[in-house]
């Protein structure tokens, strides 16, 4: 998952740097992709099973507002088709090992 998260940080990083309009949706897309990698590096170390849920959530919601940046950036033209689709089945994939993650977790503190 940290894998994949960094790749998604990374390739809207390149994307970013590529887009020469829309500055404020380039500005947050940089900041949830980031975020999404961000927090999983630090659900790594967590200090408690519910911190490491809360650092999987925020990741979780982050790639969703990464996605929906992405869906702005594809309805201005900023972006074309390929790349979206490309980004958009990163962020599902991603969003998918997260609910999972969170499932297993929120088990385990509740089962003490």
């Given amino acids: 998952m940290l894998n ?4 998604l940080a990374s390739k809207c ?8 309009s829309n500055a404020n949706a380039v500005f947050q897309l940089r900041k949830s992709s980031s975020s999404v990698f961000a927090n999983i590096a630090e659900a790594q170390y967590p200090q408690s099973l519910p911190d490491m ?3 999987f959530k925020i990741a979780r919601k982050e ?3 990464t996605e929906s940046w992405l869906k702005m950036l594809l309805n201005t033209s900023a972006i074309d088709e390929q790349t979206f689709k490309t980004l958009r ?3 599902g994939r991603i969003q998918r090992m997260l609910t999972s993650s969170c499932v297993t ?3 385990k503190i509740n089962n003490g």
Avoid: G, P, R
Wanted: proline share 0%.
């Fill in 4 to 7: 994949y998260s960094e790749e």
């Fill in 13 to 20: 990083e390149a994307l970013c740097k590529s887009i020469k």
């Fill in 53 to 55: 849920l809360s650092k």
């Fill in 63 to 65: 790639c969703v507002e």
């Fill in 89 to 91: 089945n990163l962020c």
């Fill in 105 to 107: 977790i929120e088990k």
